[in-house]
């Protein structure tokens, strides 16, 4: 992918991704629960989107969809014009809420998980120094991940899922267990990868701030539904003391709000 | 000197010399019937004699040599069952009640079973080392598969593995460390079912050494035996941990 796909220079491809009428029903004993409810939405390339949402607003059960984790009750995923399903997954990579690194692996052989099944993660050697050098690792290749800190264990989580350069990036809440400064250092280096990568990232979080200063668009869930699309034009780093920026968080709280 | 102090106060060997000491004493001091515990220099003579004479190596050949047929054929057999068992569930469903009724059988309530059927040949001790050893390694391969942490296995599913790369690369690895307690366990039981085996029927091995001897009212030799089974096992056993902890190590450098 590399620097040719500036994010602005995709941004408005639409018919790249799209989502049309996606349900997803549990059923419990007595009764059925609706996670999603009819989600119309179209993911341009090259994006930042990130989806809001307080819990049970069917933001993760959207996200786990689009992986592959769950099956839809109905509707469709389209991508690139052909419909995604379990024998056509979409190309992402994904980092979870806990980092999820496999406790017997070094962080370099966690790094290129992916490509275990395929016997090629012996000649990837440079690809893992030069992710994790991306990531401030450097050095780090034979650790364990029992002896990172949690803030360390969810960078190689994302070096993991950027390491087989996929073009979708799904991010669920990956900064939520979190400290404080931990998250802020994160959320810049993931807006600095963000730019230079040219990928497409689609993120759920609860934090409505970090999906201000992260999103070029967000999308407000409630109960299984869109309630708002909110696209977010300014540069990185945001100062969210700016006018705009205050402005756009009262509209997204305003969305997010029951009242 | 403090150094040495604290190395023997946890080296664990205080118990073990008070009781040599004990039993040493005790013997030259006539404290007991030296046909009833014989003195340690007896059962030192007896080793040396027997060691002398070969007997002691061919018993212990004998013994091993079912541990290594007996163990291997039930290690292979107990994992390769849980191993499908965990890839086709519906089969576990099937064996299940059958097993565990299997499983509350003492091996020994067994071997006069074993002896009509098979006589007092190979076959009934290696059956029997199958019977005592064949559930801790089942059941702790299939407890480790089952433990696997469903978010790891997600994990794998995102990145595009298919079924069985999941098994390879992520159930099976994470289950390792309790195979190998399984293995440990089942080695332990082996030796001990074995010895009781040899003590009822057969025409070598420690156990026989040990009932040969008593018919001969050599209780130097009996106790000669025992200390060499224990040692053996616990011989074993620390073999087997030291392996586990290279192969960890080296599991982990790879």
């Known amino acids: 992918m590399g620097d040719q796909a500036l994010p602005e220079a995709g941004y408005r491809s639409m018919n790249w991704l799209s989502i049309k009428g996606l349900q997803k029903k549990y059923e419990l004993e007595d009764m059925d629960v609706d996670a999603l409810n009819g989600i119309d939405m179209e993911i341009e390339q090259g994006g930042f989107i990130v989806i809001v949402g307080r819990s049970g607003s069917g933001k993760t059960t959207l996200l786990?969809?689009?992986?592959?984790?769950?099956?839809?009750?109905?509707?469709?995923?389209?991508?690139?014009?052909?419909?995604?399903?379990?024998?056509?997954?979409?190309?992402?990579?994904?980092?979870?809420?806990?980092?999820?690194?496999?406790?017997?692996?070094?962080?370099?052989?966690?790094?290129?998980?992916?490509?275990?099944?395929?016997?090629?993660?012996?000649?990837?050697?440079?690809?893992?120094?030069?992710?994790?050098?991306?990531?401030?690792?450097?050095?780090?290749?034979?650790?364990?991940?029992?002896?990172?800190?949690?803030?360390?264990?969810?960078?190689?989580?994302?070096?993991?899922?950027?390491?087989?350069?996929?073009?979708?990036?799904?991010?669920?809440e990956p900064l939520g267990a979190l400290d404080y400064f931990t998250r802020r250092a994160l959320q810049r280096e993931l807006a600095r990868i963000y730019m230079e990568g040219g990928k497409t990232f689609l993120m759920v979080t609860h934090d409505v701030g970090e999906a201000l200063r992260l999103g070029t668009r967000v999308i407000v869930l409630k109960k299984g539904k869109i309630e708002a699309s909110i696209p977010i034009e300014l540069e990185y780093p945001r100062d969210r003391h700016c006018e705009t920026f205050q402005t756009l968080l009262d509209e997204v709280l305003a969305a997010l709000d029951d009242l | 000197?403090?150094?040495?102090?604290?190395?023997?106060?946890?080296?664990?060997?205080?118990?073990?010399?008070?009781?040599?000491?004990?039993?040493?004493?005790?013997?030259?001091?006539?404290?007991?019937?030296?046909?009833?515990?014989?003195?340690?220099?007896?059962?030192?003579?007896?080793?040396?004699?027997?060691?002398?004479?070969?007997?002691?190596?061919?018993?212990?050949?004998?013994?091993?040599?079912?541990?290594?047929?007996?163990?291997?054929?039930?290690?292979?057999?107990?994992?390769?069952?849980?191993?499908?068992?965990?890839w086709f569930p519906p089969l576990l469903v099937q064996l299940e009640p059958t097993l565990e009724f299997f499983r509350h059988i003492p091996p020994m309530s067994v071997i006069?079973?074993?002896?009509?059927?098979?006589?007092?040949?190979?076959?009934?001790?290696?059956?029997?080392?199958?019977?005592?050893?064949?559930?801790?390694?089942?059941?702790?391969?299939?407890?480790?598969?089952?433990?696997?942490?469903?978010?790891?296995?997600?994990?794998a599913t995102v990145f595009g593995y298919?079924?069985?790369?999941?098994?390879?690369?992520?159930?099976?690895?994470?289950?390792?460390?309790?195979?190998?307690?399984?293995?440990?366990?089942?080695?332990?039981?082996?030796?001990?079912?074995?010895?009781?085996?040899?003590?009822v029927a057969a025409s070598s091995g420690l156990g026989y050494m040990i009932l040969d001897a008593e018919q001969l009212s050599r209780s130097d030799v009996v106790l000669m035996g025992i200390l060499v089974i224990g040692a053996l096992g616990a011989f074993l056993d620390y073999g087997f941990l030291w392996a586990i902890r290279r192969y960890l190590k080296r599991g982990i450098e790879a």
């Open chain 2, 1 to 86: 000197m403090k150094f040495e102090k604290k190395n023997l106060m946890e080296s664990g060997l205080i118990v073990p010399a008070v009781l040599l000491l004990l039993w040493w004493a005790g013997s030259n001091a006539g404290w007991w019937n030296a046909f009833l515990l014989p003195s340690p220099e007896k059962v030192v003579d007896s080793f040396v004699l027997s060691i002398q004479n070969g007997e002691l190596q061919k018993h212990v050949w004998a013994s091993l040599d079912r541990i290594i047929k007996g163990f291997g054929l039930s290690a292979a057999m107990a994992l390769s069952l849980a191993l499908v068992c965990s």
């Open chain 1, 64 to 172: 786990r969809i689009l992986a592959g984790l769950e099956q839809q009750t109905e509707g469709r995923i389209i991508f690139k014009g052909s419909v995604c399903d379990s024998e056509h997954p979409l190309p992402v990579g994904m980092v979870f809420q806990e980092p999820r690194l496999l406790p017997w692996l070094s962080v370099e052989n966690n790094i290129l998980f992916p490509f275990h099944p395929e016997g090629r993660a012996k000649d990837l050697h440079s690809k893992a120094i030069s992710l994790l050098k991306m990531l401030g690792l450097e050095g780090y290749e034979n650790a364990m991940p029992h002896q990172l800190s949690g803030g360390m264990a969810q960078r190689v989580a994302l070096g993991r899922a950027l390491s087989c350069d996929p073009e979708i990036v799904l991010l669920d």
């Open chain 2, 162 to 199: 298919k079924k069985w790369h999941q098994f390879r690369y992520v159930i099976l690895p994470s289950a390792i460390p309790s195979i190998l307690t399984g293995l440990r366990l089942g080695l332990g039981y082996s030796w001990r079912s074995l010895v009781a085996a040899e003590l």
């Open chain 2, 112 to 155: 006069p079973m074993l002896i009509l059927w098979f006589g007092i040949g190979e076959a009934p001790k290696i059956i029997l080392i199958i019977l005592a050893t064949f559930f801790p390694v089942f059941m702790n391969a299939l407890q480790g598969i089952r433990d696997c942490d469903p978010k790891l296995v997600e994990v």
